[in-house]
C-alpha cells in the first residue's frame, strides 16, 4: 500500500504564488512518474503536469511558463510551484502515482492523494 498526503493549498490572489507538496509513503522501493492533476466544479479532472524519475517533464498547456513540477527522489515527494496564478487555477488539486515498485518487488498502479484546494480570487 501507499499512500499519498498532499499539502500547500490554500487561497491567493490573482497574480499569486503557491507551492503544494505531496509526500508518498509504504512500502515503497521506486516510483516511476508522479503528477499533478486539477479538477474545477462541474469540469472533469484534468492533468496539470507529471514527471518521470529521470526528471522528465510534462505539462499542460494552460500553465506552461507558470508551473513548475519537481521531486525529490529521496523523500518520495513531489512539489507543483504555480506562479502568475489565475482565478481559472481554482480547483481541487491531486497527486497521483502511477506505478510503483514495492519493497517486496510488486508493481502497483494508481494511487491518488486526497486533494487539496486552490482558489485564485480578489
Known amino acids: 500500500q501507499v499512500q499519498l498526503v498532499e499539502s500547500g493549498g490554500g487561497l491567493v490572489q490573482p497574480g499569486g504564488s503557491l507551492r503544494l507538496s505531496c509526500a508518498a509513503s509504504?512500502?515503497?522501493?521506486?516510483?516511476?512518474?508522479m503528477g499533478w492533476y486539477r479538477q474545477a466544479p462541474g469540469k472533469q479532472r484534468e492533468l496539470v503536469a507529471t514527471?518521470?524519475?529521470?526528471?522528465?517533464?510534462n505539462y499542460a498547456d494552460s500553465v506552461k511558463g507558470r508551473f513548475t513540477i519537481s521531486r525529490d527522489n529521496a523523500k518520495n515527494t513531489v512539489y507543483l510551484q504555480m506562479n502568475s496564478l489565475k482565478p481559472e487555477d481554482t480547483a481541487v488539486y491531486y497527486c497521483?502515482?502511477?506505478?510503483?515498485?514495492?519493497?517486496?518487488?510488486?508493481?502497483?498502479?494508481?494511487?491518488w492523494g486526497q486533494g487539496t484546494q486552490v482558489t485564485v480570487s480578489s
Open positions: 497521483n502515482v502511477d506505478k510503483v515498485l514495492t519493497i517486496t518487488q510488486r508493481y502497483e498502479y494508481d494511487y
Open positions: 509504504g512500502s515503497i522501493f521506486y516510483i516511476y512518474v
Open positions: 514527471i518521470t524519475s529521470g526528471g522528465s517533464t
